[in-house]
């Protein structure tokens, strides 16, 4: 079905839907937001007023089967993605789900199949794919900037946060009963995300993940290698307990490299022996608006084409299970 105007629905309108997402649905040419559900009704409420929205319910099914919404985006936390994604595929309406698509590879497998079989897209919020940064960076491989490409190597590290110190009320994304894992599946998933769309398709993954500082009962440290279908080679390391932060990427070819980072703002870096380039870019405002544009603009029938699938996610999903040995 292609749409004029793609009305929206918002499942879960908190932290993330206020600046990073939310406002991309009304700025979005063809695009509106119509009707947004929170559990607790008043903060529904509360949410619809600040932003201009039409309609706010307190129960999900009464938002998807809403006449006035054309599409769902489904912003809670990943315990809820597969169940959501299934009502809204039975009501016939096309799905953004938030990032991690799902706690498991299996919960993905469910969701993309329910999509197929109504006849609905499943798009996934992995927003870097069509941030300028990202693309400029995919432009570089497309061009042979660095060569033939070897291997890409990640390594990300962080302190650890005052909420998951001798904390009883953890917050979600560290309880694996919700998020799947633990910040390995928040975070790294960007990261792998990202490299899927670079350079192209995992084919095999293995890893360790252990918990160190015993601060929680998810993992807070993980080191996985991988393969892509390409030949291409990888390695990542992800440490939640460090004592700074760092955030690096290293695409390696046979003549230069391309470094970056997945959460910074630090330049792209194309490094060759003739020297080193260089492209800044300033974060965009919603970050979700580039990517929530193609999705936009898919629905429509302007012959765009949104890069980030149920079945890319799912892919995600299957190389962090690999890794953590799930």
């Known amino acids: 079905m ?3 105007k793609v009305r929206w629905g918002i499942i879960g309108c908190g932290d993330v839907t206020e600046k990073k997402s939310g406002p991309a649905f009304q700025k979005v040419k063809n695009s509106e937001l119509v009707a947004v559900m929170r559990r607790t009704g008043e903060l529904a409420k509360d949410y619809a007023e600040r932003h201009g929205v039409a309609k706010w319910y307190d129960d999900a099914n009464a938002l998807i089967n809403d006449p006035d919404v054309d599409a769902v985006y489904i912003a809670t936390p990943p315990g809820s993605h597969k169940e959501y994604t299934l009502t809204a595929a039975a009501a016939g309406k096309p799905v953004y789900v938030e990032k991690p698509m799902a706690r498991t590879f299996n919960e993905c497998n469910e969701m993309v199949a329910a999509c197929e079989e109504a006849g609905v897209p499943l798009y996934v919020a992995y927003y870097r794919r069509a941030q300028e940064r990202f693309l400029k960076i995919k432009e570089l491989l497309d061009q042979n900037a660095i060569g033939d490409v070897r291997f890409v190597s990640s ?7 005052e909420d998951v110190k001798g904390s009883d009320q953890l917050p979600w994304r560290v309880q694996p009963e919700i998020a799947g ?3 390995f599946f928040d975070l790294a998933s960007h990261t792998l ?5 670079l350079l192209g398709p995992i084919q095999e993954a293995k890893g360790f993940s252990s918990n160190q500082a015993g601060y929680y009962r998810a993992e807070d440290i993980v080191t996985g290698t991988y393969q892509f279908e390409s030949g291409v080679q990888g390695v990542g390391t992800w440490c939640f307990t460090a004592f700074e932060e760092v955030d690096i990427n290293e695409i390696v070819g046979s003549k230069g490299k391309i ?7 630090d ?6 022996v003739e020297g080193k380039e260089q492209w800044s870019y300033e974060r965009p405002l919603h970050v979700h608006q580039p ?17 980030s699938t149920g079945d890319s996610g799912a892919r995600t999903n299957w190389a962090m299970d690999k890794i ?3």
């Open 2 to 4: 292609t749409y004029n």
């Open 155 to 161: 390594t990300q590290y962080q302190t650890a946060g």
């Open 181 to 183: 894992g633990g910040l």
């Open 193 to 197: 995300d990202i490299l899927d769309f």
């Open 259 to 265: 470094s970056f980072s997945t959460f910074g703002d």
């Open 267 to 272: 330049p792209v870096t194309l490094t060759t």
């Open 291 to 307: 990517l929530v544009e193609t999705i936009v603009k898919e629905l429509t029938g302007s012959g765009v084409s949104c890069t």
């Open 324 to 326: 953590v040995g799930k």
